[in-house]
């Protein structure tokens, strides 16, 4: 298993901007962020394959959200634009030690989130 610790939530108003980290304590292969609004099941955000270059965006985010990796530093990032109150969640990261490739599904470890809240 390896640990993830994200960071970066906050307050931000509509409009607005945040930039999410995650940092893992090992190598991984691909990773990706989830989210959970209050009385909703968790849901899929982004994705990243392995070697960061494919990508994969649930439509609500999709122009709007920008996900990477640095890999030398085990670290994964969401870059948030045009934040709206819907966005509002606790975001989690997660990565998967089974697949290189994109996923929605093969996650194995996860982060314990971190809260965007985002203010009309």
């Known amino acids: 298993q390896v640990q993830l610790v994200e960071s970066g939530g906050g307050l931000v108003q509509a409009g607005g901007s945040l930039r999410l980290s995650c940092a893992a304590s090992?190598?991984?292969?691909?990773m990706g962020w989830f989210r959970q609004a209050p009385g909703k099941e968790r849901e899929f955000v982004a994705a990243?394959?392995?070697?960061?270059?494919?990508?994969d965006y649930t439509d609500s985010v999709k122009g709007r959200f920008t996900i990477s990796r640095d890999n030398g530093e085990n670290t994964m990032y969401l870059q948030m634009n045009s934040l709206k109150p819907e966005d509002t969640a606790v975001y989690y990261c997660?990565?998967?030690?089974?697949?290189?490739?994109?996923?929605?599904?093969?996650?194995?470890?996860w982060g314990q989130g971190t809260q965007v809240t985002v203010s009309s």
């Open positions: 997660a990565a998967s030690l089974r697949t290189r490739f994109t996923t929605r599904t093969a996650y194995d470890s």
């Open positions: 090992g190598r991984t292969l691909s």
């Open positions: 990243i394959g392995k070697g960061g270059g494919t990508t």
